[in-house]
């Protein structure tokens, strides 16, 4: 053959930190093809030096082809046809333990209101200690206090909802692409992710009254003890009977609540299949209570969805006693003495106490109220399939033609969310919602857009220094650069045999199939490979010595020594051959540890740095969209979300983005934060607890948030209000808007400005400026109390909106103290 030329020679790396480019672009789509591709140049690269002619080589390269492929279609049949196992069964799994998993939520949600008569009123109660500047970690210091283990049991119910309900998106996301045989198409599974989710937000922010009653005790503690007198002291006791008739309230109502739901989703798996009737029946007769089961509707009724939907408005009607059970219940403790300061509008009415209790109970009983809203949606759409012949009879299930378009598409669903080199603008003008075009990224700050053909051609050249310089493409250089550290010794005269004799190769494989982006999720995948290469070869040690070397079929022993070996590598005994591998593994991985760490470490704790300050910026993003809903809401331009040319479905559309990118941020922070604990704490050990911290920080303030824009957006999804209602609903919404638009604090923004100085800080490793606040608690509710005290009168508690006020402002609230917690 003809000596290679020096550009011949650099041609096996540049393929391999090409593929290793696209593999780190896309892992999700291109990981496996890409790590095939890697292995299949690798070994066909380094064996090219010992072809003698260009026959010999074609040879060699169509039977590792025809080995290749008879590897892949093997693969595929079993997959297929050996047990099949379909993302559509794992979706169906998904959604049977996401009922089951909400049930469990609901029921430590009961077992933690139980204890809100000492919550609320006791001498140990939350709300009471209050008044002392104690908080719920008082409690906590006592590991076995029943209170600590309800609220444990309840933190650990919602986290693993929320997981259940990763899952299922992540499952959905490959239901979409499959070609199945079943009843419910790939559009129908991805309707019921969406109606779970209007469950699980509810539910997310009901589990929160732990959180919420620690933050607004913390935060408030000192401003109620400075104001409290001996004459206010003897005040609050006489008030503990209303407060005890709180707690008998809200413990009612969620009883209710949970009695429906249960029942709901019970008839929701019956409709879709997923359950049998005979499943249904024994579990309501291990429930025992003959008395209940008789006044509980049952999923196995006929008219299931008509008695429901009657329990429903039986149910929305009992809010009108509110008024009469807790008359002297007030959002603000002294609301009754402030038309008695002066009558002089220029006179500054004081802050006053806020009552906790009041806007407790009614955040826990709107929630409650868009729990079964979404429970009775769900039930429609399974009546639905049931009704239009979904459910009698199976067919072919197609992928979705978007996710056909995908597969044919350079752009990925991650770039088409975010862009790693520019960001988008975080504030939501509401006056461009409206606008048909809308940059999506900042303008260059270095580059005026290209003004002649000249300019507009070379902008090629901009694009490929940005890829060269880009993460992905080092790390393509650093898999290339590791593997030819051993690839190299096939290309010396002196190392070629031995190269392929000791079966270098083994490293070559390693190194590309092993290497990670961050040092600390290389050291766990290394030390678990030589940990599981260890094990395997005691294991195949006793295989073969166990039945004394009588094996019923080895490689060697049926192709015979010369044809084993016909290949160059020589015939090994086992207790050498083990060995071998385990020494050829270790040295792949020592390899590919270096080459992450040279020359300079992209470690997972700079990248965990960096993906926070990117997920703040997200979630800035992600608030100032949900303040734009609400200004929609106040402003009544909100619309049933049917007209894709409207504001508001632009508005859900994109917020609906923004909440997924969060989500796989926040997943790829807790996969960071779980790699750094295997990092060398080099120079100083790393705050994993401050991070972790931040991270469940951000996950409350974007649940808060999510719920905030989900009570604006489905406020009217009911229709069992009565007409005087809406009316007086509407009423009220006129007047609170009326108030709340001419607020400067209500325009600020400055909580999305907040959020983005907290996200520069830490993407840049640069201070804080200096003299940053997060403002007052209930802030609009301060506003409405100081001008109109009447507005947030318990009497308005039959008007939709003024709940959902109510929740807004708690929502709010538990963003301002979980943002103020951030600056401490």
Wanted: proline share 4%; charged share 20%.
């Amino acid at each position: 053959m003809a000596p290679q030329t020096n550009s011949n020679n650099s041609k096996p790396s540049k393929l391999l930190r090409v593929a290793n480019t696209i593999r780190a672009w896309r892992p999700m789509e291109l990981q496996d093809p890409m790590v095939a591709f890697s292995i299949f140049a690798s070994v066909t690269i380094t064996r090219a030096g010992t072809f003698v002619t260009v026959s010999d080589g074609l040879a060699f390269v169509s039977r590792l082809l025809k080995g290749f492929m008879i590897g892949f279609a093997i693969a595929t049949g079993v997959s297929l046809l050996i047990l099949p196992i379909t993302s559509r069964r794992n979706v169906f799994h998904d959604i049977k333990g996401y009922v089951a998993q909400i049930d469990a939520v609901l029921q430590s949600q009961m077992a933690f209101v139980e204890r809100t008569p000492q919550l609320l009123t006791g001498g140990q109660g939350l709300l009471n200690r209050t008044r002392t500047a104690q908080t719920i970690r008082d409690v906590e210091n006592n590991p076995g206090s029943d209170l600590e283990a309800r609220k444990k049991q309840l933190t650990a119910s919602i986290t693993k909802l929320n997981a259940l309900h990763g899952k299922l998106q992540s499952d959905l996301f490959y239901a979409n692409d499959e070609f199945a045989w079943g009843k419910l198409s790939a559009s129908d599974l991805n309707r019921i992710g969406g109606l779970l989710r209007s469950i699980l937000l509810p539910l997310a922010g009901m589990a929160q009254l732990p959180e919420v009653l620690d933050m607004i005790i913390k935060n408030e503690g000192s401003r109620e003890n400075d104001r409290v007198s001996d004459g206010e002291r003897g005040d609050e006791l006489l008030k503990q009977s209303e407060m005890e008739k709180v707690s008998g309230t809200l413990h009612d109502r969620l009883a209710d609540a949970t009695s429906l739901t249960t029942g709901g989703l019970q008839y929701v798996l019956l409709a879709l299949e997923l359950a049998k009737p005979k499943q249904l029946e024994s579990k309501r007769n291990e429930s025992g209570d003959e008395e209940s089961k008789g006044e509980a509707i049952s999923p196995l009724d006929s008219n299931f969805t008509s008695r429901f939907e009657q329990e429903m408005s039986k149910y929305f009607e009992r809010r009108k006693e509110l008024p009469r059970s807790l008359a002297s219940l007030e959002a603000f403790s002294a609301s009754e003495k402030v038309d008695d300061i002066s009558n002089d509008s220029r006179a500054v009415i004081p802050d006053s106490d806020v009552r906790q209790e009041f806007f407790l109970i009614l955040y826990m009983g709107h929630l409650q109220e868009s729990l079964l809203n979404g429970v009775l949606e769900l039930i429609k759409f399974a009546d639905s399939k049931v009704a239009d012949g979904t459910m009698k009879k199976s067919g072919p299930i197609f992928p979705m033609q978007n996710s056909i378009r995908g597969w044919l598409s350079l752009k990925s669903e991650k770039d088409k969310s975010r862009g790693s080199d520019s960001r988008q603008p975080s504030q939501a003008n509401p006056a461009s919602i409206h606008a048909e075009d809308e940059p999506d990224r900042f303008p260059d700050p270095e580059h005026l857009p290209p003004a002649n053909l000249l300019e507009k051609a070379s902008t090629i050249i901009r694009f490929i220094s940005h890829v060269i310089k880009s993460e992905y493409s080092i790390f393509g250089f650093r898999v290339a650069a590791a593997a030819f550290s051993v690839g190299i010794l096939a290309f010396l005269h002196q190392t070629q045999n031995f190269f392929i004799r000791q079966r270098c190769i083994w490293a070559m494989i390693v190194i590309v199939i092993g290497m990670n982006p961050t040092s600390g999720q290389s050291m766990f995948g290394f030390v678990a490979r030589i940990v599981a290469t260890a094990v395997s070869l005691v294991l195949s040690l006793v295989v073969w010595y166990i039945v004394d070397q009588k094996t019923p079929g080895v490689i060697v022993r049926k192709l015979g020594m010369e044809v084993a070996t016909s290949n160059g590598q020589p015939y090994y005994p086992i207790y050498i051959f083990g060995p071998y591998k385990l020494a050829a593994v270790a040295a792949g991985c020592a390899i590919s540890f270096f080459w992450v760490i040279f020359p300079y470490p992209i470690t997972a704790k700079s990248t965990l740095r960096k993906s926070v300050g990117r997920a703040l910026f997200v979630l800035a993003k992600f608030y100032s969209c949900m303040h734009t809903t609400v200004e929609l809401w106040l402003h009544g331009e909100l619309s049933n979300g049917q007209d894709t040319r409207s504001a508001s479905y632009k508005l859900e559309t994109s917020g609906h983005k923004i909440f997924k990118e969060e989500m796989m941020l926040l997943n790829q922070l807790r996969t960071y934060s779980h790699f750094s604990t295997y990092e060398p704490p080099i120079g100083g050990k790393f705050p994993k607890e401050t991070y972790d911290h931040i991270i469940s920080e951000i996950q409350r303030m974007l649940t808060s948030m999510a719920l905030m824009a989900h009570t604006t957006q489905h406020l009217n999804v009911s229709s069992r209000e009565t007409e005087s209602s809406r009316n007086s609903g509407e009423r009220w919404v006129s007047q609170l808007a009326s108030i709340a638009l001419q607020s400067a604090d209500f325009h600020s923004h400055s909580l999305t400005s907040l959020l983005c100085h907290l996200s520069a800080s830490l993407a840049n490793a640069q201070p804080l400026p200096p003299y940053l606040s997060v403002g007052d608690s209930f802030p609009l509710a301060r506003h409405l109390q100081r001008i109109d005290g009447e507005l947030l009168s318990i009497r308005h508690v039959q008007d939709p909106a003024f709940s959902a006020f109510v929740t807004l402002e708690v929502l709010r609230s538990v963003v301002g103290f979980t943002l103020r917690d951030l600056l401490r």
